[in-house]
């Protein structure tokens, strides 16, 4: 079992930038796939990015390609989504996701554990 603690959500402008950290506890983090998904107010849960548990697989939404960047570091159990050139549209909660068993897919019910979420608004 492992626990998710999302950080690093806030306000900025239109064109900044925001990197978002999922801490999780355990000691089998490097034996999780991950996944960052987000949801707006009224609208379904969508898949943003995705990283394998060695980190050497990497899947976006094409919404976010060019912009967004997920990265792991396994020595500190955390994942992290660099997001540059936010947009108004990316205002959103903001969860990861964990998963034992490889999954690159963008359903988010395949997903077994879940933070809490951070919350991102792009605002000028």
């Known amino acids: 079992q492992v626990q998710l603690v999302e950080s690093g959500g806030g306000l900025v402008q239109p064109g900044g930038s925001l990197r978002l950290s999922c801490a999780a506890s355990g000691r089998t983090f490097d034996a999780y796939n991950m996944a960052w998904f987000r949801q707006a107010p009224g609208k379904e849960r969508d898949f943003v990015t995705f990283?394998?548990?060695?980190?050497?697989?990497?899947r976006s939404a094409d919404f976010v390609k060019g912009r967004f960047t997920i990265s792991r570091d396994n020595a500190r159990n955390t994942v992290y989504l660099q997001m540059n050139s936010l947009k108004p549209e990316d205002t959103a909660i903001y969860y990861c996701?964990?998963?034992?068993?490889?999954?690159?897919?963008?359903?988010?019910?395949?997903?077994?554990?879940w933070g809490q979420g951070t919350q991102v608004t792009v605002s000028s």
């Open positions: 990283i394998s548990s060695n980190g050497r697989i990497t």
């Open positions: 996701a964990a998963k034992a068993a490889y999954y690159s897919g963008s359903d988010w019910r395949a997903y077994d554990y």
